[in-house]
C-alpha cells in the first residue's frame, strides 16, 4: 500500500473518532475554534489541543533518555506538510480541492483529508454522497449487486477532453453506524 493511501485511510477514522462528542468537546474542538481552516490548523503539534501537548511531552520525555524527536523524521515531516496543504483553502475549488476545508464549515462532514472516496462510502461526504468532482473526475457511487452481494460502485468519468480511462471500484455496503 502506498504511504499516501495508508494516511488517508489512518486520517479519516482518526478524524472520524476525534468528532466523537465526548473526544470532540476535550479535545479536538479547539482544532475547529475558527469557522474556517488555515494551514497552521495542520500543524504537527497544532493550535495547544491536549493530545497535542501529550505528544510534545512524550518527545521531551524520550529525549531526555537521549532518543531523536520522532516528530523530526522524514514520514512525519512529510505528513506534516501535506497536512498543511489539505487544510489550506484554495481559491479555485473545480477537481473537488476544497473538500476538507468544507469540514471546518460543515463539522460532521468531509473528515477526509485529501479525497471524497471515504466519505461518499460512509455518507458523510457534502454536499452529495452520490456524486464529487475529484481531480480530473466525477466520482458516481451507485448501490448495486455484484454476484449476489450489495456492493457500492465508484465509477470515475473523465471531466477532461481525450481522456477515455474510466475505474469502476466495488466496495461490500454496510450499515454506517458512526455518529450520526
Known amino acids: 500500500i502506498k504511504l499516501g493511501t495508508h494516511w488517508t485511510i489512518l486520517f479519516f477514522h482518526a478524524h ?9 468537546e476535550q479535545g479536538h ?4 475554534y475558527f469557522h474556517d481552516t488555515t494551514a497552521f490548523d495542520a500543524h504537527f503539534y497544532g493550535s495547544g489541543m491536549p493530545e497535542e501537548f501529550f505528544l510534545l511531552f512524550f518527545e521531551i520525555f524520550g529525549a531526555s533518555f537521549g532518543l531523536l524527536p520522532t516528530s523530526l523524521n522524514i514520514h512525519t515531516l512529510m505528513i506534516s506538510l501535506t497536512n498543511k496543504v489539505g487544510h489550506t483553502r484554495k481559491e479555485d475549488a473545480s477537481g473537488g480541492v476544497n473538500h476538507h476545508p468544507d469540514h471546518h464549515t460543515q463539522h460532521i462532514k468531509n473528515f477526509s483529508i485529501y479525497n471524497c472516496l471515504l466519505d461518499m462510502y460512509f455518507e458523510t461526504n457534502y ?15 451507485k448501490a ?4 449476489s452481494k450489495n456492493v457500492s460502485r465508484f465509477q470515475f468519468t473523465p471531466t477532461t477532453k481525450g481522456r477515455s ?16
Open 165 to 180: 480511462l474510466e475505474q469502476v471500484w466495488n466496495f461490500p455496503l454496510f450499515k454506517n453506524i458512526a455518529a450520526k
Open 29 to 32: 474542538k479547539f482544532h475547529h
Open 16 to 24: 472520524r473518532a476525534a468528532h466523537i462528542p465526548r473526544v470532540y
Open 144 to 147: 448495486v449487486t455484484v454476484d
Open 127 to 141: 454536499p452529495s454522497n452520490d456524486e464529487y468532482p475529484y481531480a480530473t473526475y466525477i466520482v458516481t457511487k
